[in-house]
């Protein structure tokens, strides 16, 4: 696997920031068949081309960490590696992936700066059947919101943990800033009295979709059974439900808000859930 730390100026955030990305090298030659024979060139059977393209599956970290950490404290990497696809994590900081009420706009970054700047710089697929979100914690939520907010980018979904931040479930969505009480939401989204029907309530997003008949991502979500969390997740699951959505939702027994879920689930998601077209054969 090949791996890198992109550092630039981001224009639409107004600063420098990080991204790491990942590249399924380990299965590719460069060499041709004449050189095959040769068993010191026999890497893989999967050739370099000077205009190939990756599907891409954008990772959106938790809170509190940053776009290394997912690399550092699972096998993501590997992962990755064995369903021959491009992995993308950015920087979001504890921004909620939002445009935030103190000015800086993440989900514009996210949803319009980055898959452009992505597909331009790197071997990624621009097409939507080619491009996924997997997101953790955090970084969950706002997978769900990507998801609903901007169905024509990606073809699948996984919400891991999800439960902090945008919901589904519109009215629960603005009374957690009373129940959570997290400086850190109040700094991100502002006033709550002000959220409900506007562009964070992903609910209202949920249900414009379905009105206008609109094709949605794929979605899988996943909790940990001892999560602290868990109920919270249960509510964008049952909101799905009572939407009429189509989505998996699994609960593991005795793991919680940690990274041997995350681990767990990165794998589940890369190798059975999403419709990868590199998924390596069972």
């Known amino acids: 696997m090949g791996i890198l730390r992109y550092n630039y100026r ?7 920031t990080d991204i790491t990305i990942t590249y399924p090298s380990g299965q590719y030659t460069c060499y041709t068949s004449e050189k095959e024979g040769n068993s ?3 890497r893989g059977n999967l050739r370099y081309k000077p205009d190939m393209k990756l599907p ?3 990772i959106l970290h938790g809170g509190g960490d940053d776009d290394s950490l997912l ?5 993501l990497e590997y992962y990755a590696e064995q369903n021959q696809v491009m992995t993308v994590t950015a920087q ?10 103190y000015g800086i706009p993440y989900y514009t970054f996210f949803s319009e700066e980055l898959p452009v700047v992505v597909q331009s710089l790197f071997a990624s697929s621009a097409r939507r059947e080619d491009n996924f979100l997997i997101g953790m914690a955090m970084g969950g939520n706002a997978a769900l919101m990507m998801a609903m907010k901007r169905p024509d980018l990606f073809a699948a979904c996984v919400d891991l943990s999800g439960g902090i931040g945008c919901s589904l479930d519109s009215k629960y969505f603005v009374e957690s800033f009373d129940q959570i009480r997290m400086p850190k939401m109040y700094g991100a989204f502002d006033d709550p009295r002000k959220l409900a029907d ?8 949920a249900r414009k979709n379905l009105k206008n008949g609109v094709e949605l991502p794929k979605l899988y979500l ?3 059974e001892d999560d602290f969390i868990r109920d919270v997740v249960r509510k964008d699951r049952d909101e799905l439900i009572r939407l009429g959505i189509p989505f998996h939702y699994e609960e593991a027994p005795h793991l919680g808000h940690e990274w041997d879920f995350w681990d767990q689930y990165m794998k589940k998601a890369l190798d059975e859930w999403l419709p990868l077209p590199g998924r390596k054969k069972k």
Do not use: C, N, P, W
């Open 10 to 16: 981001s224009e639409v955030l107004g600063m420098h």
């Open 92 to 101: 979001a900081h504890d921004s909620f992936f939002i445009d935030t009420a």
């Open 40 to 42: 010191i060139f026999k």
């Open 71 to 75: 690399y550092r404290y699972t096998r």
């Open 198 to 205: 506007s562009e964070f309530d992903i609910g209202y997003h």
């Open 222 to 224: 996943a909790v940990g």
């Open 56 to 58: 891409t599956v954008y």
